[in-house]
C-alpha cells in the first residue's frame, strides 16, 4: 500500500461529483476529477440552441445558499460563489391532469383541465388552500384532516420524519384521509418533489423535501442554470489544486486485496490512488466498474435488490412570448393506453428566474415525466407534451423548437407537435421509496477499502441537486475519518440561538402531538 499515492480519483463531475472534489481538494488531498464527456456536469450539464441556454436535465427548485449546495460553498470559504435567484411568481399544480387514479381519472388534455395557483411562501399558502382542496375533489371534511396533515407535517421533528422512511406516501395520507381516492390524491401531492407516484415514494423522504423549501421561503435557482452548480465547484477545485479532465471515461477501478490501488482509463492510463469516489451508481460501480468478486456476497446481493431510479423523459421548449405566469408547473399526466394510471410529471420555468437563459422576451420551458419505479404506468414524451399542452393550451403553437432527451444530456430536435422519440434513461441512483432512504439507504462506503460512493446512489438525503451536495459532504467526511482526520468541532451556537432552538422544538413537539392523525 505503501508505493499507492494519498491520491483521489473521482468518477463523474455532475453536482455529487464535482461536490465531492471540491471538498476533497479543500482538504488537501490530491485530486483528479475525470469526467468521460467532453463536457462538464453530467446530468446538470446545459447545451446552446438559437440563443436559449437550455439545461440537459429538468431540476427540482431548491434552497440556494440556505441549503446544501451552499453549506458545500461555505465549506469551503465560497459563500458567494454562486447567485441564487428568486422568482415572484408562484408554482401551479395541475391537479384535474388525473389527480385521479384508475378508471375515469381526468386528463391533462381534457377540456376543463386546470390550475391551482400555489403561493411560494408558507405563510400565503392558505390562501390557496380552497382552490387546492377543490382540485384535489376533497370533501369539507378530508379539507379539515387535510389541513392537519399539513400542519402535522410542517412541525415534524427530525426523528418523527425518520420514523416515516418506511411508508409511502399515499400510505401517510391515508392516516388522515380514510377514502382511498382522497389519500391516492394527497400522496400523489406529497411525492412530487421525488417524481415517484404516492404509492411507491417514501412519505418520510417526500415530507423532508417539502419541510425544506417551506422553512426556506420563497425556493430558488442558480442563476445560468444549473450547469453553473457544477461549473463552479469544478472551478474552485482546480484553484485549489485538483486536475479536472474531460473525455476521460474510467474502464476499471483496480482493486487488490479489498483495497483501492487506482483507475484505469479507456485509454489505457493508469492512476495509482488510495481512495476512489464513484457517482457512476452502485450496481454499476460494484458489478462493471470493479466487480462482483471483489465484495461480499451480501453486499453484492444488497446492490442487486435495490429499486434504480426509474426511467425518465425530457423535454426542453422554447417560447416566442413569455407566456408563462408561473415558476414551475406539476402534476399527474395520463399513462398512455386506456385505463392506464398517471404519472407525475414536472416543468421548471428558468427564465422566471433567469431571464437571461433566453433571449430578450422568450420563455424556456424545462419538462419531465417519470415512470414508476416498480413497473406500471410508463412516462412517455407524448404524454408529457399532451399534459402541459393540457395545463398551458397553445402552448405547442408558441415553440419555436422542442428538444426531447432520454435524460442523458443529448438533445434530439424536432419540429413543434411532431412526435418525438425519446430513449429510457435510468439516472444512476436509487429510487427514494420506503426501504431505501434514511438509516436504510446505501452507505457512501463500501467493502472495498479506499471506494466510496456520492451522488444519487448512496448518502444523503432531499431531492434533486441537493440530493448530491448532501451525499457529498457525507462522502468526503467519511474518507476524512478513515484517514484519521479531525473534522473540527461546530462553532457553538449563541445562547438566543439555543434558546430559540429549544422554544421551537418544544412548540414543532407540541403541534405534532395535537395534528397527530386520530383513529
Known sequence: ???????????????????????????????????????????AAAYERDGFRVDSATHMLCCGEDGPLGDVLRRVGQGDAITFRQSSDPAALCLAAGARRGRGAARADAPGAGRVVVQAELRRLAGSARALARGLELTPLETARAARLVAHATAMRDVDLAACDGVTAEAYAARFLPRAAAAARLGGLLALPLLLPGAEASAGEALLAWRRLARAGQPRYPEGGAARVPDVFCR??????????????????????????????????????????????????????????????????RARALTPQPRQVQVKIALRGRRVEAAALAGLAGGDGDGAPPVPFYCLVPTRFDPSLAPPGHELLCACAVSGAAGGAAASVDGLLRALEGALPGLLSDALFVDGSPGDGRAGALAAGDALAA?????????????????????????????????????????????EASSAMECVDRILVD????????????????????????????LSWVTRPRG
Open 1 to 43: 500500500m505503501d508505493e499507492v499515492p494519498l491520491r483521489a480519483v473521482v468518477i463523474g463531475s455532475g453536482v455529487g461529483g464535482a461536490a465531492a472534489a471540491l471538498l476533497l481538494a479543500r482538504a488537501g488531498i490530491p485530486t483528479v476529477l475525470a469526467e468521460k464527456e467532453r463536457r462538464l456536469g453530467g446530468s
Open 236 to 301: 474552485l477545485a482546480r484553484e485549489l489544486g485538483a486536475a479536472v479532465w474531460t473525455g476521460a471515461a474510467v474502464r476499471r477501478v483496480v482493486v487488490r486485496d479489498r483495497r483501492v490501488r487506482g483507475v484505469e482509463l479507456e485509454d489505457g492510463t493508469a492512476l495509482p490512488a488510495r481512495i476512489v469516489v464513484s457517482t457512476a451508481g452502485l450496481l454499476p460501480t460494484v458489478s462493471g466498474l470493479v466487480g462482483e468478486p471483489h465484495f461480499p456476497e451480501a453486499y453484492v446481493a
Open 483 to 510: 484517514l484519521g482526520r479531525d473534522l473540527g468541532a461546530p462553532a457553538p451556537p449563541a445562547l438566543l440561538d439555543i434558546a430559540g432552538a429549544l422554544l421551537g422544538r418544544a412548540a414543532a413537539s407540541t
Open 423 to 467: 430513449g429510457d434513461a435510468l439516472a444512476a441512483g436509487t429510487a427514494q421509496t420506503p426501504g431505501q432512504v434514511g438509516r436504510a439507504r446505501p452507505a457512501v462506503h463500501t467493502p472495498v477499502r479506499g471506494l466510496y460512493l456520492a451522488g444519487r446512489a448512496a448518502g444523503g438525503r432531499g431531492a434533486g441537486m441537493e440530493l
